[in-house]
């Protein structure tokens, strides 16, 4: 299990025995989440997540519509899930509240990033309407103004 006494870990991380803020991003990791990372191990790394998930990237996020009771978080390179009734996930072998999932799962996709990309999406298309608009009012008068040259020039 690593901890912060390890001054490798202690580069990246501060905080007790349930939380650990990381010092790159400020992203916290905190109670079953940051148990299961202090534990995880796979191989020879005695640096258990910091090696295999890296980072966390984002917040842990609970509250989706439809997970009663999951709470998963993104690291650089996972995403971490606490589902005690498994209802996103069951991998074989997987023990305790906390198991990985794959990172481009919908679970792994932020809901809040996936309803801005739609606001983005509406606001693009806005900005396409108005752009047509404002070329459509320039060519009317464009024209008018060549319209007005030539009755002009003709006298």
């Known amino acids: 299990m690593i901890g912060l006494d390890n001054p490798i870990v202690a580069q990246f991380f501060e905080g007790n025995d349930t939380a650990w803020r990381c010092k790159k991003n400020g992203f916290t990791i905190d109670h079953a989440?940051?148990?299961?990372?202090?534990?995880?191990?796979?191989?020879?790394?005695?640096?258990?997540?910091?090696?295999?998930?890296?980072?966390?990237?984002?917040p842990a996020i609970g509250g989706i519509p439809g997970k009663q009771g999951v709470v998963y978080q993104r690291?650089?390179?996972?995403?971490?899930?606490?589902?005690?009734?498994?209802?996103?996930?069951?991998?074989?072998?997987?023990?305790?509240?906390?198991?990985?999932?794959?990172?481009?799962?919908?679970?792994g996709q932020d809901p809040r990033v996936t309803d801005l990309q739609?606001?983005?999406?509406?606001?693009?298309?806005?900005?396409?309407?108005?752009?047509?608009?404002?070329?459509?009012?320039?060519?009317?008068?464009?024209?008018?103004?060549i319209a007005q040259a030539v009755k002009d020039l003709q006298g």
């Open 75 to 107: 690291f650089e390179r996972g995403v971490l899930v606490y589902d005690v009734n498994r209802v996103i996930d069951s991998p074989p072998g997987a023990s305790g509240s906390c198991y990985l999932a794959h990172i481009d799962q919908g679970i």
């Open 118 to 145: 739609a606001h983005i999406d509406d606001l693009k298309k806005q900005i396409t309407a108005l752009q047509q608009n404002a070329l459509a009012s320039e060519n009317a008068t464009l024209k008018a103004k």
């Open 33 to 58: 989440g940051l148990d299961f990372y202090r534990r995880f191990r796979f191989g020879n790394s005695d640096l258990c997540g910091l090696s295999w998930l890296g980072l966390p990237v984002g």
